[in-house]
C-alpha cells in the first residue's frame, strides 16, 4: 500500500520568510496529492491539492510542486504569518475509487513576528 | 453551518464501555469517511462509505468497531469494550464525486 513520508516534523521561520515542506510516497499509482492546515482543537482543512497530470499550482502564498519521476511534493508558503503557524499534512490517494488518502505524520510550522 | 459536523466533540469513558459517535456529512455528499488520529500523527483511516454501502475498512478496524450509515446521510461510529488505546480524535469527513475530502473537527475521546 501507499506509505508518505514527510519532512521536517517541525519548522521554525520568521514573519515574512518563506517555508517549504517536503513529502515523498511510494506508490507509483497516486494521482491526487492534497494538503491540509490542522490548528488546534479543529480538523484538518484543505488548503491546496495537485494532481498527477500537472507539475505546479499556485493559490496566492501557497504554491505546490509534484515531481512524479521523484515521487516527491512540496508545499511552498512565502511571505509567511502568524496566522499561518499550525500543522500541515500531506497526502497521497489513488485514482480508484474509494481508495483512501493516506497522510504524512504532519509538520508544526511555527511563525515569528 | 453548511460543514461536516461531529457529535459529541468530547467523550469521556471508563475502559470497558461501549461509546457512538455521529457524523453529519456536508449535504449531498455521497462519500463518508471515518480516520483516526493520535497525538502527533497525521489522520489513519479506518473506513469508508459511498452513499449507505461500507465499501473499504483498514485493517486498523477491529472487531470492536462498528460503523453504519443507514440512510446514505449521517454515519455513526460504534467502539465496543474500549480500551485505553482507543484513546484519539475520531474524524469524519466527506466528499462528492472528487477527492476533496472536507473535515470535521472530530470526536475526542478518552478512556480511562
Known amino acids: 500500500g501507499e506509505n508518505v513520508e514527510q519532512h521536517p516534523s517541525t519548522l521554525s521561520v520568521q514573519e515574512g520568510d518563506s517555508a517549504v515542506i517536503k513529502c515523498t510516497y511510494s506508490d507509483s499509482a497516486s494521482n491526487y496529492f492534497p494538503w491540509y492546515k490542522q490548528e488546534l482543537g479543529k480538523g484538518p482543512q484543505l488548503i491546496i491539492d495537485?494532481?498527477?497530470?500537472?507539475g505546479e499550482k499556485k493559490d496566492q502564498r501557497i504554491a505546490v510542486t509534484l515531481n512524479k519521476t521523484a515521487k516527491h511534493f512540496s508545499l511552498h508558503i512565502t511571505e509567511t504569518q502568524p496566522e499561518d503557524s499550525a500543522v500541515y499534512f500531506c497526502?497521497?490517494?489513488?485514482?480508484?475509487?474509494?481508495?483512501?488518502?493516506?497522510f504524512g505524520k504532519g509538520t508544526t510550522l511555527s511563525v515569528s513576528s | 453551518d453548511t460543514g461536516v459536523s461531529q457529535n459529541p466533540r468530547h467523550k469521556i469513558t471508563k475502559r470497558g464501555q461501549n461509546v457512538t459517535f455521529r457524523c453529519d456529512p456536508i449535504?449531498?455528499?455521497?462519500?463518508l469517511y471515518w480516520y483516526r488520529q493520535t497525538l502527533g500523527q497525521g489522520p489513519e483511516f479506518l473506513t469508508y462509505?459511498?452513499?449507505?454501502?461500507?465499501?473499504?475498512k483498514s485493517r486498523l478496524l477491529s472487531d470492536r468497531f462498528s460503523a453504519e450509515r443507514p440512510k446514505g446521510s449521517f454515519s455513526t461510529l460504534e467502539i465496543q469494550r474500549t480500551e485505553q488505546g482507543d484513546s484519539a480524535m475520531y474524524l469524519c469527513?466527506?466528499?462528492?464525486?472528487?477527492?476533496?475530502?472536507?473535515f470535521g473537527s472530530g470526536t475526542q475521546l478518552s478512556v480511562l
Open positions: 495537485i494532481r498527477s497530470n500537472v
Open positions: 469527513a466527506s466528499s462528492f464525486g472528487s477527492e476533496k475530502l472536507f
Open positions: 449535504s449531498e455528499h455521497n462519500r
Open positions: 462509505f459511498q452513499n449507505e454501502a461500507q465499501l473499504e
Open positions: 497526502a497521497a490517494r489513488t485514482n480508484q475509487a474509494g481508495t483512501a488518502l493516506i
